[in-house]
Nanobody, 127 residues
């Protein structure tokens, strides 16, 4: 079992940056591919970004490619999401996630049954 706790959410103006962190406990985070989903008010949960267990591969949703980056520190069992050039449409609750499913498979998921989730952290981007 893996426990995930997000931090770093908040309010930021459009064009600004924000960094989210996810701390994992239980089994080492290095055993999992990790990343982030988000859910905006009235919208379905959507994939944002994922990184492989080794940190060698990153997978992006088209909407955030070129603006968001992800990094992981397996020694600390943490994964960080750096969000740049934020837009109002980025406003959502962001959820840290971990799964044995390869990062490339996160893009077109049909089920979330193989995922562990954090509690979510609110990101609000004002215009």
């Amino acid at each position: 079992q893996v426990q995930l706790v997000e931090s770093g959410g908040g309010l930021v103006q459009a064009g600004g940056s924000l960094r989210l962190s996810c701390a994992a406990s239980g089994r080492p985070a290095s055993n999992y591919n990790m990343g982030w989903f988000r859910q905006a008010p009235g919208k379905e949960r959507e994939f944002v970004i994922a990184v492989s267990w080794s940190g060698s591969h990153t997978y992006y949703a088209d909407s955030v490619k070129g603006r968001f980056t992800i990094s992981r520190d397996n020694a600390q069992n943490t994964v960080d999401l750096t969000m740049n050039d934020l837009k109002p449409e980025d406003t959502a609750v962001y959820y840290c996630a971990a799964s044995n499913i390869g990062g490339s498979g996160w893009i077109d998921l049909v089920t979330y049954d193989s995922f562990y989730w954090g509690q979510g952290t609110q990101v609000t981007v004002s215009s």
